[in-house]
C-alpha cells in the first residue's frame, strides 16, 4: 500500500459520519411528563365606559353586532414547555432523545369588565357580576376537567418523537431546540381543541333564553 493510500484511509477514519448515516432507530425514548397549571388571579375592573367594552367584546368576535355588553370577561389561555434531554453516544455520533418534559397550561390574567355606568350594589350590577363570574367559573372548570386527559395526550406524544441524530456533542443543544419545535407542533391541536371546548361551554351561557332570564331577574 502507498504512503498517499494510508494517508488518505487514515484521513477517512477521523472524518465524522453523515447526520443521516446515524441510527437512532433501536432508541426508544422513556421521558417523564411534568405538568404544571394555574388559573390565575382573577381582577375586576369597573373603569370603561359600556361603550368601551362593546368595542372590545365586538373587536374578540364575542359579542354580537347590535348588542351592548355592560359586563365582558377575558382570560389567555397559555402554554410553556421546557425539554430536558440526552444525547446517547451510538456510532458516528449522538441520538439526543428527551428525558424530562415540563409543561405548563393555564390561564393568565383573567379579568371581568364591569361598565362604568352600572351602580354598586344594584340589582342590575350584581346580575351582571355573577353572569361574569360565571363565564370565569367555566374557564376554570373546563380548563381543569381536560387537564388530565391533556397529560395523557402530551405523554403518549413524547413516547412517539423520535430522536434527533447529530454528528457532535456541541449540535445537541441544537437538537433540544429541534425537538421543542415538533413537541409543540404536535401538541398545538390538543390546546386547540381544549380551547374550543371552552367557548363551546361558554355559549351555553351566552344564549337568548339566558339573557331574557337574567334581565327579568331586575325589573
Known amino acids: 500500500m502507498s504512503k498517499k493510500l494510508f494517508f488518505i ?3 477517512l477514519l477521523f472524518i465524522q ?3 443521516w448515516a446515524i441510527d437512532c432507530s433501536g432508541i426508544k425514548p422513556e421521558t417523564t411528563v411534568k405538568l404544571t397549571s394555574s388559573y390565575g388571579k382573577l381582577a375586576i375592573n369597573h373603569n370603561k365606559k359600556l361603550s368601551e367594552i362593546t ?4 373587536s374578540l ?3 354580537e353586532n347590535g348588542l351592548f355588553a355592560s359586563g365582558f370577561s377575558t382570560a389567555n389561555i397559555t402554554f410553556d414547555i421546557m425539554i430536558n434531554a440526552l444525547g446517547t453516544p451510538v456510532s458516528g455520533g449522538f441520538c439526543v432523545v428527551p428525558t ?8 393568565d390574567s383573567p379579568t371581568i369588565y364591569l361598565a362604568k355606568e ?3 350594589n344594584t340589582c342590575e ?9 360565571t363565564h370565569q367559573q367555566i374557564n376554570k372548570s373546563t380548563l381543569e376537567y381536560y387537564l388530565p386527559l391533556f397529560k395523557d395526550a ?5 413516547q412517539n418523537i423520535k430522536p434527533v441524530p447529530v454528528a457532535d456533542v456541541n449540535d445537541i443543544k441544537d437538537a433540544i431546540t429541534e425537538l421543542t419545535k415538533t413537541y409543540n407542533k404536535k401538541m398545538t391541536p390538543v390546546i386547540n381543541f381544549i380551547k374550543k371546548e371552552i367557548l363551546t361551554e361558554q355559549k351555553k351561557l351566552d344564549n337568548p333564553e339566558n339573557y331574557t332570564y337574567e334581565n327579568a331577574l331586575c325589573p
Do not use: C
Request: charged share 10%; aromatic share 6%; proline share 3%.
Open 9 to 11: 484511509l487514515t484521513l
Open 17 to 19: 459520519q453523515p447526520v
Open 55 to 58: 368595542n372590545l367584546a365586538k
Open 61 to 63: 368576535n364575542l359579542v
Open 100 to 107: 424530562n418534559i415540563s409543561l405548563f397550561l393555564g390561564l
Open 118 to 120: 352600572l351602580n354598586e
Open 125 to 133: 350590577y350584581n346580575m351582571v357580576l355573577r353572569h361574569e363570574q
Open 154 to 158: 402530551a405523554s403518549q406524544i413524547a
